[in-house]
């Protein structure tokens, strides 16, 4: 008998199996999930024969569509089904019942990550739609500094939030509160980056967030603010940030990068599918 549940803290030791066993996460990185973000209700799993076989984690987002609303939305993250019960369906039947769980909850929007190409296909077959989208980009690291330096600051949770909203006003985008900012300031803690503002000296501010990759690099996964600003912010950069890969993430682009999914069916049946919007700070 399949059973699919809200969590229980007694089900975390098979959770945390099931992330290693998708991802290869474990130790401090999964730790970080669990002290900063984790609540019983916000990790969903399905149970068979009484042994928890797939799970996901939601976090509590909001989808900002300027001139239209801000709808609660799921944000679907680590989807995992043990491999020994893979093929079966089992991670679909997951996924039907927690939209039934965030319809009770009047959540009208799920979205999601898949963490790789193939996925899309997966999301796509259950009811995901394409929507989120940024640019992907390389800087050289040996380009010439432009204009004075701006001075790299550390930004607590709660101010990248601010910052980070103000940015992006009048852009349709995924808000995340101040707990889902903490799980990630976590993460690039343990890889040797952080949230910063780069403070330039002509004034106005650039927002970034830097988490390191496999190889030791740091990938500047999200960059805000004035696009005026944002040549001499990259180009300070590698000497401001040492690690930094070249490699960084903007709102404007057009690659493919997280999916969406009306539950609300008169919101579904108004929405433009051909427009697209920000996700930008996922935890991929």
């Not at 343990?190 to 990759?213: D, I, N």
């Amino acid at each position: 008998m399949l059973l699919v549940r809200p969590s229980t803290p007694e089900d975390i030791p098979a959770q945390r199996l099931l992330w290693h066993l998708a991802f290869g996460d474990e130790g401090a990185y999964v730790d970080n999930f669990y002290s900063t973000y984790y609540r019983p209700e916000r990790v969903l799993v399905l149970e068979e024969g009484g042994q928890v076989r797939s799970m996901t984690a939601w976090f509590d987002t909001t989808f900002v569509v300027p001139g239209r609303g801000a709808y609660r939305a799921a944000y679907l993250y680590a989807v995992a089904t043990h491999p020994d019960c893979r093929g079966r369906g089992l991670a679909g039947r997951l996924l039907a019942e927690a939209d039934r769980y965030f319809r009770a909850l009047s959540i009208p929007a799920v979205t999601t990550v898949p963490a790789e190409p193939s996925l899309h296909d997966f999301f796509g077959a259950n009811g995901f739609r394409e929507c989120f989208v940024h640019g992907q980009f390389s800087h050289p690291l040996d380009a010439p500094p432009l204009g004075e330096a701006p001075a790299l600051t550390p930004l607590a949770p709660a101010d990248y939030c601010r910052l980070r909203e103000e940015a992006l006003t009048g852009t349709p985008h995924i808000a995340l509160d101040v707990q889902a900012v903490t799980y990630q300031g976590g993460a690039c803690r343990l890889s040797g980056g952080g949230l910063y503002a780069l403070e330039h000296p002509q004034g106005g501010t650039t927002l970034l967030c830097a988490e390191g990759m496999g190889d030791g690099t740091l990938l500047v996964k999200e960059l805000l603010g004035p696009l005026a600003l944002r040549e001499s912010a990259l180009s300070w950069l590698p000497r401001l940030l040492p690690a930094w890969s070249g490699r960084f993430r903007i709102p404007q682009g057009d690659t493919p990068f997280g999916m969406l999914k009306w539950l609300d069916p008169q919101l579904e049946a108004g929405w433009d599918w051909t427009s697209v919007a920000y996700l930008g700070l996922a935890f991929d």
